[in-house]
Structures are given as C-alpha cells and as structure tokens.
C-alpha cells in the first residue's frame, strides 16, 4: 500500500527535525526549510498533505499557501498551519486562506498524530468519492446520450397527420420518450412511453423498449398483440421495480382509423373538431413489464380533419402548484390540462405545447419539476 506523502515546511531546524521524527514511521516525509522550497519541491512530488510554518523569512506561511493552491497542488489537499501564535486572529486568517486546522507549538505528539491521521482519512474519502462521482458523470452523460437517441430528430413527413412534441427531463438522463414509425406506406405508428425512475437504469430499461418496439412493429398492426409480446419480453429482464407505462396507436393514413392501446398510461385527450369535444383514450391494460402473460384490450376510433391527439406523462397533471398559491395541496390536473388543450385546440401544433408548458410552469412557480415532462400531439390535417 503506498504511504501519504506529507510535506513539512518549517524554517528552524531542530523544529523541522522534530516533526520528521514523528512523521516518517508512517509517513513519506518531505522537508522544506522555506516557502520557495516548498513549492518547488510539491511541484516535483505532490503532497498529500502540508504542514505549514506561518512565520517564515521570505514568503511567509499565508503567502506560501496561496500559491500552493494556485494549481500546484490538488484544490483538496488538507493543508495544517503550524505556528507559535495562539491568537484567534492568526487562527481565524489561516482557515480563512485555505487552510483545515491549526495546530501550536511546541507540537504535542498525540495532537499531530491524530490530526495528520484524520485530515488524510478524510482527503482519501474525499479523492474516493470524487472519483465515483466522475464515473457516475461519465456514466450519466452516456444514459443522457442513450436516452437522447431514443427521440426521433424529426418526424415523419405524411400528408394526413402532423406530430409534434415538447419534452422538459427532470435529469440529463429521464424516463419518458416518444417514437414514431413508419408502417408501410399509409401506416404509421406512434407511442409515447414512461419508465419508472429516472438516470443510468431507466434511459437502459428505454432502450430496450425501443429496440423490442422497432423490431417487432412492423410484424402486427394490432397495438394490443404488440404490447402482449413487448410485455413478456420486458418482463424477463426487468428488476421487479421497474416497469413503463405505453401509450400506441396506429394511424391509416388513408381511411384515418386509429387502432390503439394503452398500457397504464394517461389517457391521451382526443380533440373532435366537429363538436369540439374532448374524449379520452382509456382502453388498454396493466403496466408493460410489471406481470408476465398478460393481455390487452385496443380500440378502433374514426379520425376526422382537424382531430387532434395530446399525449402527456404523468409527471404534467401531477406537477405540484407553487408554495404561495392557495389550495397548494392539489396538482395540475386532468382538468386544467383538458381546459388549456380545448380553448387553444386551434393553434399551431407546437404553439398548443408551449401555452400548455407555460401555463404549467406558471402552476408550478419554476422551471424545475419533480418528474419528466412530455406532451406529445398528434394533428390530423
């Protein structure tokens, strides 16, 4: 196991002597008898620690320090202050200047003991953390990237139907996507999809749903034999934790019939624009991935022009209102979202997601919500 490396910088020698002779049975020691020598040797060898005299010829412990912290050595590196002044205004400016403790002389054994030993313990606890969290950095940039691949970077062209999507993650990695795909030439296909969680493990459970859901579309136009199949896959490689929540239909871009399913989802709000009605899109079945061997039920509905299809997660009807709003108990809401999505059911397709997420952020009081935000429309033209 290799020895922290301890840098001693004391200007008086029998001083410097002193703390070797406590220091090097459990330490790698190197000496310096002033500040200049200090930095040039960290320079060489990067310390793991410094004991660092203040009142010194030349560059005094204060300044010393300052350029030690420069980028000469690690931001992380406990640096102690070694000093024959007890005053609180020494002790207060050296913790100021970076140092983590103080310590007086004439140096106690057991006090520079025991004071050496944590401050390392803590540095090494502190190098070991930083070193996960770079690779939990790396490993969440690599979900965000998946997850990212999971959202189509532009739709379809077709002459029937128009998609549009507004997606707001509570992470870099989230839990929500939306696909769309092309079933032939007058065939399409599009489903919104939550995973359970957030991070690393929900942009991997996603990614399996994509790759099941891209390979087995094309060999069922029926949404609710999809899922069935989807479902057992999911279930044999999922943690009995997870699990996701589908929305999908299938369009015929000719006779505008929707065939679709929904699988523990929000019911997807259906805009009729002959009356100017809204209905709900509840049939379906259980979560994909939660039991094994189960069924679904679909339904088949007759799309006019001007028809429109909002598809939303959960995390937007159960968005939290901002703490000084009375009544702070309830959430968004089906409600407020079916009132918002009617009055402006007339507007561009990407305008009706944006009055929606502003009004939503206005609910909310920020920007930043507590589950991912997706909403989905699908406009019949």
Known sequence: MNRSKVLVVEDHPMSRRILETMLTKNYNVISAESGKEAIEKAQVEPPDLVLLDI????????ETLAILK?????????????????????????????AVDYITKPY????????????????EARKEIEAKNRVMAREMEMASQLQRSL???????VDRIKFAALYKPVSPAGGDFYDVIELGSSVIGFAEVDVSGHGVASAMVGAMFKMAFQSFANTTRSPAELLRVINDQMYGILPDSDFLTVFY??????????????AGHPKPMLFRSRNEEIEELGVGGPLVGALMGMDYEEDKIQLNSGDRILIFTDGVTEASPAIEQE????????????????VNSTLESKDIL???????????GSQSFDDDITIFLASIV
Do not use: C, W
């Open 327 to 342: 009544d702070s108990d309830e959430f968004y809401g089906i409600e407020r979202l079916k009132e918002k999505f009617l």
């Open 55 to 62: 009142e010194m010829p030349g560059l005094n412990g204060f």
């Open 151 to 157: 959202l189509p970077e532009e739709f379809p062209v």
């Open 108 to 123: 106690d054994r057991q006090e520079l003991r025991i004071k050496v030993k944590n401050h390392l313990a803590l540095y």
């Open 70 to 98: 420069s980028g000469i050595i690690q931001p992380a590196v406990p640096v102690i202050f070694l000093t024959a002044l007890e005053d609180s205004k020494s002790r207060e400016t050296g913790l100021e200047a970076g």
């Open 354 to 364: 944006k009055v929606v997420m502003d009004d939503l952020i206005a609910y909310h």
């Open 249 to 262: 239909g299938i369009i015929d871009l000719q006779t505008l019939e929707l065939v679709y399913t929904n």
